[in-house]
């Protein structure tokens, strides 16, 4: 007896001189996907019984398979590798034929410049066809069994059709090592404080407002050099190298990684900053400033004023009063937690190096900043997320050059002069070069642990409470403001 009418009752399940066969055909949408039309697989010499289990099997599996590929993202990837498979034994063969000589440089790299238009022009091929032959060229003429030209023109010739291929490549695929991402990654790998990070970001989209969100592995000497012209001519070196400092630590990061193989800011001269570090620096205050500027905080901040709310003027007075008396970073007033802050020290932690972390005994004259802070007074600046700072800074400047009659308004001195300023009051005051550092933050003074009880904390509070910045010194000598011009 036949089998013929038993095979009819399962589906897929063909019968051809006694021998069964799983034979299905490929819907028509994913022909392309999967590279063929039908499937055709042999049960083997078995039983009827057993054809049956494996076709209901096969059946099941491509169910799944079908219904997965309705999905757009996974059809996709199926379809690169089906067209990456077809591509595979021509490209093996060209990197065969280049290994042991057949092809030279200017043969493997024809099969890019001369393919290039072909894909780009080919009416039949849709972004999937294109990618996989892309970056088949690009595995044959760029790969490793290919030398780099010595000859300069044909090196030239040789990086641009690389970069063009590179190009097509990332606007179908995409690239995730875009200078945006790397400069993500970077940040996350150096632990850039947020602070500083907000910075960097703010210099990262400057160049790419210049040149693109470029592939970091397409960003080139030439745009490098584009970026810098595109600056102020009229920039700071020392601004011009700030406005790098994280390009150059997003490239050591991609070299570092492996993204890129050259360093394109090799060849990129910025221009040295020709000032002296004391003209450079914020200048501080002298002691009859300090006292003009107590008397005028006295006088605007110590009664309400219009545009500025009451718990706003009183934070921005507290704060000034902190930093005149602590010499610490505006930043780090603005950073300050609860736990950093008690009726003896102020805790200064992630500051902006390791160094920066510190313990500053309170000085009498802001014996009142703990009880201040711990009742919320600085809470009024956490609406400022980008710079908390930004209000103190504001109302000092305006309290000094705009209120104030006769104004401060050397633009040398500003709200970070007050660290420099408190420092050239330590060492009129007699403090060595040791303790003026480790008061600023620039040098640890002994193991923090010991800070409430141990010989370390005990003489930085007796120099500190030895310090007014307000007093006049008959002969008060050279001034050296230690860290004064640090951001």
Same mark, same amino acid.
């Given at each position: 007896m036949g089998f013929g009418h038993m095979t009819k009752k399962i589906l897929h399940l063909k019968e051809n001189g006694g021998r069964f066969f799983y034979r299905r055909r490929v819907p028509d949408r994913h022909h392309k996907t999967l590279g063929f039309t039908m499937w055709n697989r042999p049960c083997g010499d078995v039983s009827y019984q057993k054809a049956v289990v494996l076709v209901t099997a096969w059946t099941a599996d491509d169910d799944k398979l079908i219904q997965s590929l309705d999905n757009p993202t996974i059809a996709l990837e199926v379809r690169q590798t089906t067209e990456a498979r077809r591509m595979a034994p021509r490209v093996q063969a060209v990197i065969h034929d280049a290994t042991v000589g057949a092809y030279q440089t200017a043969d493997t790299l024809a099969i890019a410049r001369d393919g290039m238009p072909w894909v780009d022009q080919n009416p039949e091929f849709d972004a999937q066809d294109r990618l996989v032959r892309y970056r088949a060229q690009m595995a044959a003429s760029f790969g490793p069994h290919v030398r780099v030209p010595t000859d300069p023109d044909k090196r030239d010739e040789f990086e641009f059709i690389k970069r063009k291929l590179e190009r097509r490549i990332a606007e179908i695929a995409g690239d995730r090592n875009t200078i945006r991402s790397v400069a993500e990654l970077y940040?996350?790998?150096?632990?850039?404080?947020?602070?500083?990070?907000?910075?960097?970001?703010?210099?990262?989209?400057?160049?790419?407002?210049?040149v693109g969100d470029m592939p970091i592995s397409h960003l080139t000497s030439r745009h490098l050099r584009d970026f810098r012209d595109s600056l102020s001519p009229e920039m700071l070196g020392s601004s011009l190298a700030a406005t790098f400092t994280p390009i150059r630590g997003m490239i050591a990061y991609a070299i570092g990684e492996e993204l890129i193989q050259d360093n394109p800011m090799a060849s990129v001269k910025l221009k040295h900053d020709k000032r002296s570090i004391r003209q450079r620096k914020?200048?501080?205050?002298?002691?009859?400033?300090?006292?003009?500027?107590?008397?005028?905080?006295?006088?605007?901040?110590?009664?309400?004023?219009?545009?500025?709310?009451?718990?706003?003027?009183?934070?921005?007075?507290?704060?000034? #009063? $902190? +930093?005149?008396?602590?010499?610490?970073?505006?930043?780090? *007033?603005?950073? !300050?937690? =609860? /736990?950093?802050?008690?009726?003896?020290?102020? #805790? $200064? +932690?992630?500051?902006?190096?390791?160094?920066?972390?510190? *313990?500053?005994? !309170?000085? =009498? /004259?802001?014996?009142?900043?703990?009880?201040?802070?711990?009742?919320?007074?600085?809470?009024?600046?956490?609406?400022?997320?980008?710079?908390?700072?930004?209000?103190?800074?504001?109302?000092?400047?305006?309290?000094?050059?705009?209120?104030?009659?006769?104004?401060l308004d050397d633009p040398k001195q500003v709200l970070y002069s007050l660290r420099s300023t408190f420092s050239n009051a330590m060492r009129r005051a007699g403090a060595?070069?040791?303790?003026?550092?480790?008061?600023?933050?620039?040098?640890?003074?002994?193991?923090?642990?010991?800070?409430?009880?141990?010989?370390?904390?005990?003489?930085?509070?007796?120099w500190v409470r030895a310090t007014d910045p307000c007093r006049i010194y008959i002969d008060p000598g050279e001034d050296d403001d230690l860290g004064s011009g640090d951001e």
């Open positions: 940040y996350e790998f150096a632990q850039i404080k947020p602070g500083v990070r907000a910075k960097y970001r703010r210099n990262i989209a400057r160049l790419v407002a210049t914020w200048k501080p205050y002298s002691p009859e400033q300090v006292q003009m500027l107590f008397k005028a905080m006295e006088q605007f901040w110590g009664k309400q004023l219009r545009n500025l709310p009451d718990e706003r003027r009183k934070a921005v007075w507290m704060s000034v #009063r $902190v +930093q005149a008396f602590t010499a610490m970073r505006p930043k780090e *007033v603005q950073s !300050l937690k =609860p /736990e950093d802050v008690t009726d003896r020290w102020i #805790r $200064v +932690q992630d500051s902006k190096n390791p160094e920066s972390d510190r *313990v500053i005994p !309170l000085h =009498p /004259e802001i014996s009142d900043f703990p009880a201040f802070f711990h009742a919320g007074g600085l809470k009024c600046f956490e609406t400022q997320t980008k710079d908390r700072v930004q209000s103190v800074r504001h109302n000092f400047a305006r309290l000094t050059r705009e209120l104030m009659d006769p104004p060595d070069q040791e303790m003026r550092r480790a008061i600023l933050g620039h040098a640890t003074a002994g193991a923090l642990k010991h800070y409430e009880d141990g010989p370390e904390f005990e003489l930085k509070r007796k």
